[in-house]
């Protein structure tokens, strides 16, 4: 039960987070106990046992109907499932020399597009590649015995869903099958479902439900896109919206996973600001400074009309979080690096940065089971994907949930 095992959730929160001592003395034994919740056990037992055994049939019978009107292919296992074992068993040894080399060249290649409403790095940045460190054990899973998450009473989603991704960062929710339309139903109980700027060469939306996006290489007829190389650099999303408009939480439903390769690396930027990887004055300073973002160095507005062009925006890097309280560090990139307010000059590259946090291990890699969904906020951790999947088909629904202005009361 989510209360027994859960030192985690019951136990201290993140604001008790304030310097590494703290986090390795008792944080540590905090994590060890939330790693992995038994959910199953509490799902059913609070509020209108009725309204949620009957749930099921009714998903069931909008699924049916959401999936007969639907332009988008919804055979995605049974389309890939076969190729994919065949593809694996023929490209596995190729694939994961490639897979290094894709790496390698990550470190110093900037991607050429996102599709995602990314940054798009500068030339020649230093991307080390994440070592699971302390944002693995950060990482919580939900575990719901065969259930749709869709099936959580407020109160249940609040407790399981809700209030563990925002004290843990980043969470999975194991073993679901959403359509596009009940993914959108799961991003309204975040916050508000957002567009994406109309500008992106969005072929990549679905059909139906233009929040949902498809991540990966498999088109909405079921081809494969050859080359793929989308958001393969750390990012924030969203920042062109500035404050607070950038406050969202990512959504990412695996639906066709590689053999090789196409997992999502994750970096602590929060946990990284409240160890002593920063000594106090670099504190201070991170606290001091801006980051400035520009739709210019987004390749997502690359075939943006002019009206369609956002205004540049000024990023607070270390402000407090909205529902934790905890102050976070938001780095997204820009050319410059950070700006000292006070002392009116640039004094870090973001990219510098985000090699030391790497190096100091506030990573984590997720590697993908088909019927995850991924969540995680925006505010408290960056993301890049971590590419190495060739042309094996990978696809991914992603939906945002923007929650500066929560929806529908649902938070
Ligand atoms: O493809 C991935 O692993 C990450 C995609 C991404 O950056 C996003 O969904 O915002
Ligand atoms: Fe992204």
Known sequence: MLSATGSGVGGPGLRGVETAGKWGAQA????????KYGIAAQVGNTGDARAQAEAPEKRKEMRAKERASSKTDHNLQGRFGAAQNEQALKQASKEASRQADARSEAMSTPAKSSAAGDDMP??????????????????????????????????????????????HGIICVKGQDLTPGELKQLTERLGEAILLPACFAFDNRDPDHHEIVRVGNIKNDGSVVP????????????NFWGMPGYRLVNLLHAKVIPPVGGNTGFMDT?????????????????????????CKWISDFKNAKPEDILPDVTLPCVSPHP??????????????????????????PNDELWADMCENGYTYEHRWEAGDILMWDNLQVCHRSMGGYGDNPRLLFRAQARYAQPSKGKM
């Not at 540590?28 to 790693?35: D, E, T, Y």
């Open 28 to 35: 540590r034994k905090w994590i060890m106990g939330a790693r």
């Open 122 to 167: 500068a030339p020649a940045m230093r991307f080390p590649t994440p070592k699971d460190g302390v944002l693995k054990n950060r990482y919580a899973e939900v575990r719901l015995d065969g259930r749709s998450v869709l099936e959580l009473s407020d109160e249940d989603f609040k407790n399981k869903v809700a209030d563990t991704l925002w004290k």
């Open 227 to 238: 080359k793929v190389t989308a958001a393969e650099y750390w990012h924030h999303d969203g």
């Open 270 to 294: 929060t946990m990284a600001l409240h160890s002593d990887m920063f000594s106090a004055e670099e504190k201070e300073r991170l606290r001091d400074s801006t980051c400035l973002v520009s």
């Open 323 to 348: 529902i934790t309280g905890q102050e976070t560090l938001y780095v997204p990139f820009t050319p410059k690096g950070l700006y000292d307010q006070k002392r009116k000059e640039h004094w870090k």
